[in-house]
């Protein structure tokens, strides 16, 4: 009877996890495509539309260099759209704009990063392009409110190599952990002043480097909120275990995630925490799965 529940345990999650990334995966494929067509059909378009500009500017110019002495009607005109204004910004919008359609082409680069979906075999990943995608996507969950101030990403990327994973699956782990962190964040706000948190910003700190002799890469996600008891973080990873209110949690986000890293990946989910200081969530994963960690 044990056995039969923990394979039901264990179908249960497989299920849960599969299902989540199949989902998202989806929508967010979706939305980064529909996202690509326009916005190249815009910027291809300002490419066109700052030649010409430029074009008509410099043949404005000759006009004005070869008829120094227009009709006053002309003159009336130029000053009351203040043309040397629009000369001068016309091509600092267009610059703007081009920008803004970089920015979201990278947005949609980082979308289909993320929802990319596995294959049967493990492939080369970079894993900071994992976690860039990843923040990316949790942006809004970062951004100031009535209640604190903006929580603060820390980035502490050392040299890592491509890593053979399944990047769809270590992605979910990524938001998995991010998320945590967020929540972890959110609730020790609700014990300070605003004041307080500005002096004593939330902040999330994202480390990579090498392990183990450089057989291992390690994935450090560490907040420096209230912590966790000894009690909480020895049931961390259980099944359904979450402090959360209900509604809020499933209790199964560690529980997925340490099987992804641990049975799929053959490597390491480590939790180490302080109460009153802050939590740390590590992954360990072997650069040659036939070495371990």
């Known amino acids: ?64 260099n070869y008829y120094p002495h227009p009709d006053p009607s002309l003159i009336d005109h130029a000053d009351s759209i203040d043309l040397d204004y629009l000369i001068e910004d016309l091509p600092k919008l267009i610059s703007s704009m081009k920008l803004g359609t970089d920015r979201i082409s990278n947005i949609s680069t980082s979308l289909r990063t993320f929802s990319r979906s596995d294959t049967k075999v493990q492939v080369a990943f970079n894993i900071h392009e994992g976690l860039e995608s990843t923040l990316l996507i949790l942006k809004h969950l970062l951004q100031a409110t009535d209640h604190r101030p903006e929580i603060k990403i820390i980035k502490k990327y050392g040299q890592m190599p491509l890593v053979e994973c399944y990047p769809g699956q270590l992605n979910q782990v990524f938001m998995n952990l991010i998320t945590n962190a967020i929540d972890a964040l959110n609730e020790s706000s609700q014990t300070k002043s605003y004041q307080e948190l500005l002096q004593r910003p939330n902040q999330i700190t994202i480390s990579t480097y090498l392990v183990s002799n450089s057989r291992a890469v390690a994935i450090s996600v560490k907040d420096n909120g209230t912590g966790m008891s000894e009690d909480t973080k020895k049931s961390a990873f259980d099944y359904l275990f979450t402090t959360k209110p209900v509604g809020k949690g499933t209790g199964l986000g560690l529980s997925i995630s340490r099987k992804i890293i641990e049975d799929t990946h053959k490597g390491r989910l480590l939790c180490q925490s302080i109460l009153g200081e802050g939590s740390e969530f590590i992954i360990e994963i072997p650069i040659c799965k036939e070495l371990g960690i």
């Open 1 to 64: 009877m044990s056995q039969v529940l923990e394979d039901l345990k264990q179908s249960q999650m497989q299920l849960v996890q599969s299902e989540k990334m199949s989902t998202l995966g989806h929508l967010i494929a979706g939305v980064a495509h529909e996202i690509n067509n326009p916005i190249n059909f815009i910027a291809g378009n300002l490419n066109h539309a700052t030649i010409y500009i430029n074009d008509l500017i410099q043949h404005l110019k000759l006009y004005q």
